[in-house]
């Protein structure tokens, strides 16, 4: 039963949605794992997807899934290239890991229209702007 399940609690994991350049033209973004723990992380593999309404019509984009495998502690990963068209859309990241042989997973959600400007931090071992989901704060 779900409930006889321990409860393993996702803390110090962040999933980063970051500008890593900008031109007078473009804007370059991709998402980046972000592990802030003293604890290495085990067969990484994480799914995303957008989905919500855009002109009037439900769109869907594809999922994907990307195996990271093993990540150091205090250490950042890039996901992902995502593309400003799709920051309309909920974006969803599901990530899994293990620690020492537990397995944990925690979905982390970006809603639409919240990546923006005013919501853009100092991502954590990245050192770059961006917004972001999780972590210790």
Same mark, same amino acid.
């Given at each position: 039963?779900?409930?006889?399940?321990? *409860?393993?609690?996702?803390?110090?994991?962040?999933?980063?949605?970051?500008?890593?350049?900008?031109?007078?033209?473009?804007?370059?973004?991709?998402? #980046?794992?972000?592990?802030?723990?003293?604890?290495?992380? +085990?067969?990484?593999?994480?799914?995303?997807?957008?989905?919500? !309404?855009?002109?009037?019509?439900?769109?869907?984009?594809?999922? *994907?899934?990307?195996?990271?495998?093993?990540? /150091?502690?205090?250490?950042? +990963?890039? !996901?992902?290239?995502?593309?400003? +068209?799709?920051?309309?859309?909920?974006? /969803?990241?599901?990530?899994?890991? #293990?620690?020492?042989?537990?397995? #944990?997973?925690?979905? #982390?959600?970006?809603?639409? /229209?919240?990546?923006?400007? /005013?919501?853009? !931090?100092?991502?954590?071992?990245?050192?770059?702007?961006?917004?972001?989901?999780?972590?210790?704060?």
């Amino acid at each position: 039963m779900k409930k006889d399940l321990p *409860l393993n609690i996702v803390e110090d994991i962040s999933v980063a949605v970051v500008l890593e350049t900008e031109s007078p033209t473009t804007k370059v973004w991709n998402v #980046y794992l972000i592990n802030e723990k003293n604890a290495a992380l +085990q067969n990484v593999l994480v799914s995303s997807k957008g989905y919500g !309404i855009k002109d009037g019509k439900e769109v869907k984009t594809t999922i *994907l899934r990307h195996f990271i495998g093993d990540m /150091e502690a205090k250490t950042s +990963q890039k !996901i992902e290239a995502i593309d400003p +068209q799709v920051f309309g859309l909920t974006n /969803e990241y599901w990530l899994s890991y #293990y620690i020492d042989g537990t397995i #944990y997973d925690k979905k #982390y959600v970006f809603l639409p /229209e919240s990546i923006v400007d /005013e919501n853009m !931090i100092k991502i954590p071992l990245v050192n770059k702007p961006g917004v972001m989901i999780g972590g210790t704060n």
